[in-house]
């Protein structure tokens, strides 16, 4: 599936995001601030911005700089990575179930993140979503046993895209709850460095070179117009601004956030699982937010199908090494 979208040619992925982000390393490297452009905005009609951190730019300046200059040569790069975090998703997937003796059910869930039309459609775009999605899963799967490598996960899948934003609430709860009482201040407050880690690190140099461009280009995700993609299925607030012309940007996302809100409170309240939470606000974000992308129905996606099983034991370590589950 892959190899036959990698015969697409480039010319025919010039008007996808894979294109502006290394037509964005490009500027970085002609000494361009990518984040400035917003400037001249009005912050809702959108001409391809620069709405991610930087992590995925400066990879794109990078690969440039030692010589790869062309947009042929970044997507050479990017293919064979994009499909390795593909696997990495499918692997996942795979090893939680297999860890909870459910082969047969951990095969179909794995089909659906591998074959599934979002995953198709990704593949054919060739968008940021495999790596991001990735980093968000080994996150999720490792911040019991391991929560350092866990946030630090997290916080890449931040730096990629941060569409995971909206689960930082629901870090900060788990690590508050778990945490020692004596030292929960200091380990939430550690904890936030390191999630925060990666996207600020990587935006301190644009942060510097024109701060306002690049609060407003982050900031445009939440601002852009609402009509925008996927028209055939409008948003409340995009149906209700029809009428109400006063109710777009920010004040639109407030039923969205309000019921995030209620999932963070019955997180922290009613100890309802961490998968199930996070599946549970993505699950809002799709169906609540403005403007929709196909890319984004991959992300409850993923958490859904974890968060079915969640509950189910782990297999002990006698059985997992029976049903050779560790070989994956």
Known sequence: MHISFWFTPANDLMGEDI?????????IIAGENPYTRVLASDMRDNDKYATYFPLAYLLSALVQKIG???????????????????????????RYFCARGLWLLGFTA???LLLGRWSVYVTRVHHLEFAA??????SLVLLTEKPRLSLLAFSISLGIKQIAIFLLPLYLVHLWVNGTKDRRIQTVGWSFLIILSVPVLTSLPFLFWNTEG???????????????????APSLDVIFSQNMPWLVGL????LMLLLMGLVYLSFWKERITILASSAVVMMVFLYFNSVLFLQYFLWPLSLTLLALVELVPPL???NLARVDCNDL
């Open 133 to 138: 999605v990735f980093f968000l899963m080994l």
């Open 110 to 112: 794995s089909a659906i």
């Open 251 to 254: 004040k639109a996302k407030l």
């Open 19 to 27: 294109y502006y982000i290394w037509l964005e390393g490009k500027r």
């Open 68 to 94: 790869f200059s062309e947009f042929l040569d970044w997507l050479y790069l990017w293919r064979p990575l994009s499909f390795s975090f593909h696997m990495g998703i499918v692997a996942l997937a795979l």
């Open 316 to 318: 002990p370590s006698q």
């Open 214 to 232: 690049f609060f407003k280009s982050i900031l445009f995700s939440a601002t852009r117009a609402g009509s925008l993609h996927v028209e055939g």
